[in-house]
């Protein structure tokens, strides 16, 4: 069930990257392959399915408590396009397509000599190894400004568009943002860590775009306010479990079973919750909170079992 | 007169700037500052006056033979929230800062030593100088990621405001945008210039977001389709003008003058318009594109005088 849902999700993002982004034989040609490069790297495409089983979540609104008080306070209803016979909102793998350009321009721009100088991302050399570092600095901020491109024209009204587009650039922003975190993160390298430190950078860094993308995926799906707040919060503590488990895979596992460089956050000293409170623990703390993430989606009844079931998976992955 | 325009426009857009990025105490501070520096080094806010002139132009819809058919193909009307005194949408200021967020994150990454390695910007030391190439990157992301943040909260209708987002994105994009130019431009160095890329270079790294400020501007003013057309092609024909102009006073003016270091486009042996044509031929083909960009305004009426006197200050100032 869980790997139906994960190869649904990759398989559908995929397919609308490979649709909306420019070919790579389109002139100027270099930057589309640098940018095709990075996208299609064997991502696991985990924030677009998050970002799905939200909205199939929302668009099946049977079993729920919460359904019945949706048209008081709904953010548009269900989206103009339909719902799919997979149960999935017509045109949602567009969102997640968006999201996941989002991701992976941060990845580029992680990796660059002047960041984490990272060479290999998933077992492939990165963009800037590539296509030289003008090219990969470029193709980030590409994907970027594509991302908000392919945001303005979702299918679903103008204004979850807009709503939908706030709650991104504010997630990757610099003010409890993608760009915060990452931004304390390097300060903090080679200073000791701190716990409320390491807890801003993992809900900043990583969790903030976790997050968003099922709460953007709930309301491309019409949810009511109240619904697209227990999502948020589900998206929180499931976001910061997320970082806690990848600090321990950093520690616990290979360089070859990451596909990328094994061991970096020890070499580098930087603060991570395997360092400040050991494996164990750290996994403690990384299952309490999905537990408690999962509390937050008991009013939507049966129907958000496989969003339990992702959170579960995230914490306990192998890579 | 055009001398109060520009002051306004300067003004107004400082101020929005001023009220919209977070302040330099904010947590993390450093790309706070380094936002900060970049964005107040001393812009001459054309981008955000072009597009308040544009939009003033719409809002007052008199004494023109198009104003009258605006209801019918219109893009949503007059803004919401109103018209100021000055004959300003109400609001405006903040789409005139987004677009000034925007093209400063563009010379922030432009100035970086992977592209073109400026250590002088407007007569200060540039962002990666003062703050390291890790926080100008990040800066220069967050810069873009704060635009569509305030874009997708300005004060227009959610329709009016998806179409802007989409207008800025595509301006800015790799297909004859922002990050195509300045692919070709890269590209192009140290190779024999030919006028169709050339051409290609001008209108994209720097035309198209002039074009789209004044585009969105009278989107924003709830101009007709037939109008923000109009509009268009004048921005077209200014943004290709600027730009050769640029090129011509890279030649004609000392460092001092331009407050960034003079001949650069010779030393790096980039293709420009002065090299493949000479000073004169240049500068006539730069007054002819913007007499004809005039002309796509005549049908406004006198109301379009502001705009026309803006179009032919651009090919004529002296830094």
């Known amino acids: 069930m869980l790997e139906q849902i994960l190869e649904q999700g990759r398989a559908v993002t995929d397919a609308a990257l490979e649709r909306l982004l420019p070919p790579a034989g389109q002139y100027p040609t270099s930057i589309h392959r640098a940018m095709r490069h990075s996208v299609f790297a064997g991502g696991k495409r985990l924030r677009p399915t998050l ?28 989206p103009r396009s339909g719902i799919e016979p997979d149960g999935l909102p017509r045109g949602i793998d567009e969102l997640g397509a968006a999201l996941e350009m989002i991701h992976t321009y941060s990845l580029i721009h992680d990796d660059l000599p002047a960041l984490d100088n ?7 050399p990165t963009c800037h190894v590539l ?15 594509y991302a908000y491109d392919v945001l303005s024209r979702l299918a679903c ?3 979850q568009r807009v709503r939908i587009i706030f709650e991104v650039a504010h997630a990757t922003g610099t003010v409890n943002g993608m760009i915060g975190g990452q931004v304390v993160d390097l300060e903090s390298e080679g200073v000791a860590p701190d ?11 990583t969790g903030a775009l976790i997050t968003a993308s099922l709460v953007t995926g ?35 596992q290979s360089s070859q079973q990451l596909g990328k460089t094994a061991g970096k956050d020890r070499d580098s000293a930087k603060a991570t919750y395997p360092a400040l409170f050991g494996i164990d623990e750290s ?13 937050a989606l008991d009013e939507f009844g049966a129907g958000a079992r496989t969003l339990k079931e992702l959170a579960r998976f995230l914490v306990e992955r192998k890579n």
Chains 1, 2 share one sequence.
């Open 51 to 78: 970002c799905l089983e939200a909205a199939r979540l929302i668009a099946a609104g049977t079993n729920s408590v919460m359904s019945a008080a949706a048209p008081a306070g709904s953010t548009g209803g269900t």
């Open 118 to 124: 990272d060479d290999l991302r998933r077992g492939r």
């Open 131 to 145: 296509f030289g570092e003008a090219t990969a600095i470029l193709a980030g901020d590409a994907l970027q400004t």
């Open 157 to 159: 009204g103008p204004e």
């Open 195 to 205: 716990a409320g430190t390491l807890e801003y950078i993992h809900r900043s860094k």
């Open 218 to 252: 709930s309301i491309y799906a019409g949810a009511a306010r109240e619904q697209v707040e227990r999502v948020r919060e589900f998206g929180q503590a499931v976001g910061f479990a997320f970082q806690i488990a990848d600090d321990v895979l950093d520690v616990t």
């Open 283 to 295: 996994m403690r703390k990384a299952r309490e909170l999905v537990e408690s993430a999962c509390q």
